[in-house]
C-alpha cells in the first residue's frame, strides 16, 4: 500500500526472529530495488537497535502500547462527558471525519518524521485510513464518533485482532478536532470503546500511542490503563 502511495518500493520488516540476519535481510532488499525499509522494535532489544542504527537505520518515533488493568467488570462504571454524545457513525459522517483525520493527524507519527517522505502523500495515509474504518469491517468493527449538535467532533476505531496469536481488543486510530481538545472528548470516546470491549467478555488492550503526544498519555492514565509494551520505529534508506 506504501509503495504504491509514494511510486518507490517500500518493505516493512520484523528483524525481532533472531533466526535472521538483519543485514542479510538488507542487503537481499537492496537487491530487490527497494528503497525504504521501515521496521518497529521492542525498546527492549537494545543489541538489535545498536544493529540496526549499524546498518543505517534512523529513529522515526517511539511507542508505548496501553493494556486497560481496571477489572472487566468495572469497566461500565466510566463516566461519559454528556455535553457531546457518543454514538457508532452513521454513513454522512465518514467524509467529516475525513477531513478532521486530515487537520488532526497533520505533522503525526514516523511518515511526517522523515523528511524524504512527500508531506501531502503522507497526510493522505491518515485520511485514506480514516475512510477505510469507517467504511471497512477489515479495518474496524465499530467506530465510534462524539457530536456537537449533530456534527462529529471526533472518533475512535476499534477492532478485534490478534497480538502473540491470541485475540485482543484493541483501538485502531482516533482523533478530535483540535477547537474541542481538552474537553474530555476522547476520553468519552475511550470509555466507549472499554464498554465496547467488556461486552465482548475482553479489555482493550496494546492500545499504541506516541509517547510524545502528552494530552493522550494523559487520557489513558486517567482512564485506568497502564503500557504493557513500548516500541521504536526506524527508517532506513537504501
Ligand atoms: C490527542 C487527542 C486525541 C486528545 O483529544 P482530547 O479530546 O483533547 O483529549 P481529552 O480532553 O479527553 O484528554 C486530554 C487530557 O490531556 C491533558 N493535556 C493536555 N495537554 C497536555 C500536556 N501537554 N501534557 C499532559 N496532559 C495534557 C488535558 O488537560 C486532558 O486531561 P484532563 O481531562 O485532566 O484535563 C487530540 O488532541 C488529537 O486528535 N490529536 C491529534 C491526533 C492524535 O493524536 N490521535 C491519537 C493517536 S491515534
Known sequence: MDSRRFGFKIAKVDFSDDANDPGEIVSFLKEKEFRLIITKT????????NRLEKLGFETMDFQVGYD???????????????DFPVHAIDPADVEPLVILAGQAFDGFGHYFADKRLDRKLCLEIYKDWTRNVCTNKDF?????????EGRP???FAFTERLLNKVPIASGVMGAVASSYNGKGIFQSLLARGVEWAAAKGMVLKDMKVHTTNYPINTAFSKLGFRIGNSCITMHCWL
Not at 42 to 49: A, F, Q
Not at 68 to 82: E, L, P, Q, W
Open 140 to 148: 474496524a468493527e465499530i467506530v465510534y464518533a462524539a457530536y456537537d
Open 153 to 155: 467532533i471526533g472518533y
Open 68 to 82: 486497560y488493568y481496571v477489572k472487566k467488570d468495572t469497566g461500565s462504571a466510566i463516566k461519559f462527558n454528556s
Open 42 to 49: 521492542i525498546c527492549e532489544d537494545i543489541p538489535l537497535i
